[in-house]
Structure formats: structure tokens, C-alpha cells
């Protein structure tokens, strides 16, 4: 059942903001085995995305991890990047800064046409953002948004008072109003991985995963939770193929 609102700090979503136009075919959801490289999973996104602009392909949510390496977004600084010659680091035309992807994240690149559904970006980073939350509350952990801060964050008092991580990112790029690019959500990833950027640009916070907090997940178990959160907010998937 979805609720009638999903309210969060920025705006108040109503159930069915994010849903296709009627008569609107269902979302491919694909899921990839095996660790894609960075380019080509670009190369793809942007075939997909002119495609289905040109209403010859449906939208894609496509689940994937990536080998370990860095991408620099639209806004990131190269005093960010702290270990150049650690991973392979990928220039972007995604929003924000600097992030890592690698083995144990779950990357979930989101090709939607937005008009069909709503033409507000604003509006559409939040849904991504209560998304993940949703996502997150099926294994009884707290996602959180900030007011300055795009992403969701998890409260960590036990490691001090204030003190809160980065457990997922966000980043879009959006074409002709068909949107690519996505999110990324901690799974299992190997967290020290991340100490050679600032995160996001973001100092003074740290990253943790479902593992982190205690919660043996893995990636099918969210996989699966991830497209059911995403069923309510966005509509009907079916698999890809």
C-alpha cells in the first residue's frame, strides 16, 4: 500500500507525483552480475537515454556495481581528490563532486523520462532521496535528508553526540528532460575505499553501509527492496528483456 504523502524536510511529495502519464509502458528493470566498467556503462546510459527521448525505448533502472574507482561530478574540486593514483578517477558530466563506486555498493542508474511524469528536478532529487530512505526503513535503519546536504544520511550517537554518516549519493545528469546517472547505496563496499576523496566535498563527515550499522544485507536482499520502494513512488517495473 502507498501511503497518500511521503513528507520530508524540502517539499511533501503526493503518492503518484512521480508516476508515467496513463497508458505509459512499465520501467525495464535490469540487474548486471557482474562488475561494468565505468565507460561502458556511460556509453550505454547515453544510448538509452537519446533513446528513449525518441520514444524508441522504455525507461531503465539499471542495478549494477562498478570496479573500484573514483568520479568527479560537474562541481568537484581537484583539492578533493586526496589519492589521485589510488583508483581509476572518471570525469562526469553527473552533478556534484567527487564519490567512489566499487564492489559492494549497489549503483542504481535511473533513466527516466520526466515528461511523462514531472518536469521539477528539485521535486525529482527528492523523490530519489525518499526512495532510498523507504528502502532503507525496509531493514530498520533511519535514512535521513539534510536541508544543505543532498543524499541520505544515518545519526551514529554512539560514536558522539552530532555525529551522522553518509550511508547513500545521488547524482543526475538530465537530457531532453530524460534523466540518467542515479544513485549509489552502501551495502557491503569497503569503506576505506572512500578516505581517498571528501566525499561529495563534504568534509567532516564520514560514509557507512547497511554491513556498518550491523545489518547483514546483501545485494540481492536489497535489490529486491530497492525495487518495491521504487514501485510505490514511481510505478510499475518489469524485468528487462
Known amino acids: 500500500m502507498v501511503n497518500e504523502t511521503i513528507t520530508i524536510p524540502r517539499l511533501t511529495l503526493r503518492a503518484g507525483d512521480f508516476r508515467a502519464a ?6 525495464a528493470w535490469r ?18 537515454a537519446a533513446e528513449i527521448a525518441a520514444g524508441t525505448a522504455s525507461e531503465l533502472v539499471w542495478l549494477l556495481e562498478h570496479p573500484a574507482l573514483y568520479t568527479a ?7 578533493d581528490l ?5 583508483f581509476p578517477v572518471h570525469r562526469t558530466g553527473r552533478g556534484g563532486q567527487y564519490t567512489y563506486h566499487g564492489p559492494g555498493q549497489r549503483v542504481a542508474y535511473v533513466l527516466l523520462d520526466l515528461n511523462r511524469r514531472r518536469r521539477d528536478l528539485r521535486a525529482y532529487v527528492a ?3 525518499a526512495w532510498i530512505i523507504a528502502t532503507l526503513e525496509a531493514f530498520n535503519v533511519q535514512g535521513e535528508r539534510r536541508e544543505d546536504r543532498v543524499g541520505v544520511w544515518v545519526r551514529r550517537p554512539e560514536k558522539g553526540e552530532g555525529v ?11 537530457r531532453r528532460w530524460v ?10 563496499p569497503d569503506l576505506s575505499h572512500f578516505s581517498g576523496i571528501v566525499p561529495c566535498g563534504i568534509a567532516g563527515h564520514g560514509v557507512t553501509s547497511l554491513v556498518d550499522l ?12 530497492l525495487r518495491a520502494a521504487f514501485e510505490a513512488i514511481f510505478g510499475e517495473t518489469v524485468p528487462e528483456g
Open 164 to 174: 551522522e554518516d553518509k550511508i547513500a549519493a545521488i547524482g543526475i545528469r538530465v
Open 82 to 86: 586526496v589519492a589521485p593514483d589510488r
Open 127 to 129: 523523490a530519489l532521496e
Open 31 to 48: 540487474i548486471s552480475d557482474a562488475p561494468v566498467p565505468y565507460d561502458v556503462a556511460v556509453a550505454e546510459m547515453e544510448a538509452r
Open 179 to 188: 534523466s540518467f546517472h542515479g544513485i549509489s547505496l552502501n551495502v557491503e
Open 214 to 225: 550491523g545489518h547483514l544485507v546483501t545485494l540481492p536482499e536489497a535489490d529486491m527492496q
Open 22 to 27: 496513463p497508458a505509459s509502458p512499465p520501467v
Open 73 to 79: 561530478g560537474t562541481s568537484a574540486r581537484d583539492t
